[in-house]
């Protein structure tokens, strides 16, 4: 095994240069393949509220299910860092109410970071969780609890005043002491600005090629979520069609007889059996 990614690597990366990869886990089984592949770090996203659970946003995920799964997949990385997301009105109330439920995903969760949206407006909180030992991964640009502040699901940062919204959040999260700023759906001539301004890695999710690292949600990227699939998406693998030719075929085979075989069967001891047909 590679040495442990941590926090400390996100910055020896950025200083040589070396993309860092990030894929979201949910559960023990996919976490422990993309970990043993060798990516660098797993975020427990709370995008598991439309993948998982399959709800139209992120709103209602709720702290005790973000642990709930942070528990499963930090059983199986053994390398990759495991970043847990803070979902929607976790930290929004108070910086105590955010340090106390931060410190619950790393006590209970097992997280190694945590992450959370926004910019400016939430550099105090941050502060005070990185002083609490936490290590903060920031999120900005389109960050997908403010939906509705947005109108949607947009592109962010086209226009000046968006774009240098974008550019302060970032200075400010950096200044708060971030290890790692998320950036989505940015265009990327903006998140290359934001890349050379800033010291700590930027990881984009369309966000360009310029950032220091990509994050995807990986049931995107594996081609298992198909409600939709957004422009920055590339599906590597097609498994919702692998997953329907093997649930079609293994209902054929059983409807044809071919399944179970001898192979997948356990036998009894002759005696036992004589003696149960008497
Ligand atoms: O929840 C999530 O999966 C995320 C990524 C989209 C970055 O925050």
């Avoid at 950096?174 to 890349?195: H, N, Q, R, W």
């Amino acid at each position: 095994m590679d040495k442990k990614f941590t926090v400390k690597s996100f910055q020896k990366a950025k200083e040589e240069k070396r993309q860092i990869s990030v894929l979201t886990a949910y559960d023990y089984s996919i976490a422990k393949i993309l970990d043993s592949a060798g990516v660098d770090a797993l975020l427990v996203g709370d995008s598991l509220g439309m993948v998982v659970q399959g709800n139209d946003s992120t709103l209602s995920v709720t702290l005790d299910v973000m642990i709930y799964h942070a528990k499963a997949v930090t059983r199986a990385a053994k390398r990759a860092l495991v970043v847990v997301d803070m979902p929607f009105m976790s930290y929004h109330t108070s910086a105590n109410e955010a340090v106390r439920n931060a410190g619950r995903l790393m006590k209970e969760g097992g997280a190694q970071a945590i992450k959370l949206e926004g910019g400016v407006e939430f550099a105090d909180t941050i502060r005070q969780i990185v002083r609490a030992q936490i290590p903060v991964m920031g999120h900005i640009g389109m960050t997908p609890q403010s939906l509705h502040m947005f109108g949607g699901f947009k592109v962010q940062g086209k226009s000046i005043e968006q774009a240098q919204k974008i550019i302060d959040d970032a200075k400010a999260l950096e200044e708060a002491g971030v290890f790692a700023i998320t950036l989505e759906c940015v265009p990327d001539e903006l998140s290359k600005i934001i890349t050379e301004i800033v010291n700590v890695p930027t990881i984009g999710i369309g966000a360009g090629k310029y950032c220091d690292g990509q994050v995807l949600v990986s049931n995107d990227m594996l081609g298992m979520f198909s409600d939709f699939v957004p422009k920055f998406v590339k599906q590597f693998a097609h498994l919702s069609t692998d997953i329907k030719t093997a649930v079609t075929t293994y209902i054929e085979e059983i409807n044809a007889g071919n399944f179970p075989q001898k192979e997948h069967t356990f036998s009894i001891d002759k005696e036992v059996l004589d003696s149960l047909n008497k």
